[in-house]
């Protein structure tokens, strides 16, 4: 006769009683206290874990137009659109460059204009005041020279 875990067996009388169990969802060995519903998993996170696996399949399960899942390849068309706002500093225009005179520089128009040009370029050289367009100058200069030398006289 069996009441409430304890088997009668003739005259001795045989309890059984949890004392451990291992969690339904890693394996690990708890041991039971005897007081209250044994417990299935050791944490709630496994609880959680074994619930959403099982509400999961259940879901995949069910009919497609009820919610479950397709055999069909997921597809994505995915739009990105990406705005740039910059802003640009225009340089005011150059002013045209003024002779001493008041009139509106020109190149020299004769020799004596460009001897006189190449004089206020070799003081102005000797000051720094060109010294970022030094290298380009002194090439251009030596070219000049150059042509003058091989120039034949008419």
């Known amino acids: ?85 910059v802003t640009v500093a225009v340089p005011a225009p150059p002013r045209p460059a003024v002779r001493m005179s008041g009139k509106p520089y020109t190149l020299p128009e004769d020799a004596v204009e460009w001897v006189e040009t190449l004089k206020a370029l070799r003081d102005v050289a000797g000051v720094g005041q060109i010294y970022p367009f030094r290298e380009q100058l002194a090439r251009i200069c030596d070219r000049t020279a150059q042509v003058l030398r091989e120039a034949v006289p008419v």
């Open 1 to 85: 006769m069996t009441k409430m875990g304890v088997v009668l067996d003739g005259e001795a009388a045989v309890r059984t009683r949890l004392v451990e169990r291992t969690c339904a969802w890693c394996g690990t060995v708890m041991t039971y206290g005897g007081r209250g519903r044994p417990p299935k998993y050791c944490t709630a996170a496994h609880r959680t874990r074994a619930w959403e696996l099982r509400t999961a399949q259940a879901r995949a399960e069910r009919p497609v137009t009820a919610g479950g899942r397709t055999t069909a390849p997921v597809r994505e068309v995915v739009e990105r659109t990406a705005t740039r706002t």
